[in-house]
């Protein structure tokens, strides 16, 4: 910074500071303390022209930003192989539906360390007696599409819910219901808690329920083909223990399958 810009934005900052006192006679104490701290400011800015340039226009959380964007890398995951080929053209009419995706989906970027953190982890489940496989199956790392690797549950609205054992920050969670052949699952509601009975900070990261017949709120998402792939919703940092996952039937029938859950995640420290 040139020491004339340093001498005016100083001179800017002192007037300022004098106009901020003046009003502080009239507010009284509460106000008092913002004087120092523009004085501090001007003296900082003048002493170290440069430091205050570059940290003046950030903030430390834009810092940490920053930092945190530097160190990402791409998650780990592997695919299962692909069950059918093709894009499915039975899409149901009126629907809200996501386009079907060309190439394969993008890398999803999280903070380097970031892995999946729900294999084997203890999976329950609004249907506590699968029709077919067991819950168990939801975490085994198996995301196949054969037999005997998927859990089916009840009809209508179902939930899985998979324990972290421990509170974690998260990054994604990526979802396989069916994908032996191509089908849409309704009223998919993703949610985290910290308790397992979710009442304690019940956060919403994804919601395709667009009337609410779930009870769980509106949604704005839209309904998705399954695929090998996988359905990879971000969550963006959150802290919880518990994941849970609703749905309610498929355009096949009015069961609802799992073959696999993965969160991507950091113990919380
Ligand atoms: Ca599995
Ligand atoms: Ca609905």
Redesign the pocket.
Known sequence: MDSRIGAFWLNRLLTGAARIKGAARVVGAAAAGVVPAALTLAVLLAAHPAHGQQSGSTTPAGDAARDGRAEQSPIELKLPRPAFKGTPKNAPAGSNLEAPRKGPRPPFMAPKGVRCISGGKPVTSSDSEPIVGSLSLVTDGDKEANSGSYVELGPRLQWVQIDLKEPHVLHAVVLWHYHASARIY??VVVQVADDADFVTNVRTVFNN??????GLGLGADKEFWETYEGKLIAVNGLAARYVRLYS?GSTADDMNHYTEVEVFGLPAK
């Open positions: 309704h009223d329920d667009h009337d609410n017949s779930s309610n």
